[in-house]
């Protein structure tokens, strides 16, 4: 039935996945009510099992739609021919934040998933995880050049300094704006603001 779902119309489709994402991110699955997802959704439950034969099947197909989602508008867009370490993760942020502000349900899905040891999740999607983990690693490391950095610096350890500041300005970001709608927000003066934090980074760890 799940192909069937597909056929569904756009705006019905998207209302079913943001609602079904909404309720699994925040609740897991054990806890996640579907319920509260066809109410969300605005359609009855009825349509939401004609679709997904059981809750197992929609959040199986929900892992499936989100990976496919994060490599298809984030991981395969990062431009893996900057050498540059700090552009590369800066370039990634812009990318990441484009599709977490298109869809932020899917991406707290996610970062649920991936924090929880969930038995209902079928070997061959537990590979794509760990697949998907190991393309985004590859993504932004390979091709680095590493004569960037200053010869008494430990390359290792600033790749892991420089990720942990630039995902923490992002992690802070998307708490302040929080609650806002994302599709109206200006962010130009906070890629600004980030800019300057990227600038310290490169003065601390560059040449």
Do not use: H
């Amino acid at each position: 039935m799940t192909e069937t779902f597909k056929n569904l119309d756009d705006n019905k489709q998207k209302r079913v996945l943001t609602a079904a994402l909404k309720e699994f991110g925040e609740n897991g699955f054990e806890q996640a009510s579907t319920n509260r997802m066809v109410k969300g959704a605005g359609i009855g439950k009825g349509m939401l099992f004609y679709y997904f034969k059981n809750k197992k099947e929609l959040y199986q197909y929900l892992i499936d739609y989100s990976l496919d989602f994060t490599i298809n508008e984030y991981i395969n867009l990062i431009d893996t021919a900057e050498p540059d370490f700090i552009e590369r993760l800066l370039q990634a942020s812009r990318i990441k934040m484009k599709a977490y502000t298109e869809n932020p349900a899917l991406f707290n899905f996610l970062g649920t998933l991936l924090l929880t040891d969930e038995s209902e999740i079928p070997a061959a999607l537990k590979v794509r995880i760990e697949e998907l983990q190991k393309l985004g690693y590859s993504k932004l490391y390979e091709n680095i050049d590493r004569r960037l950095f200053r010869d008494d610096v430990d390359v290792e350890k600033a790749f892991q300094l420089i990720r942990w500041s630039i995902e923490g300005y992002q992690n802070e970001l998307t708490n302040r704006l929080k609650g806002q709608k994302m599709a109206s927000i200006d962010f130009e003066p906070y890629w600004e603001e980030f800019y300057e934090y990227i600038e310290v980074l490169k003065s601390c760890f560059y040449k």
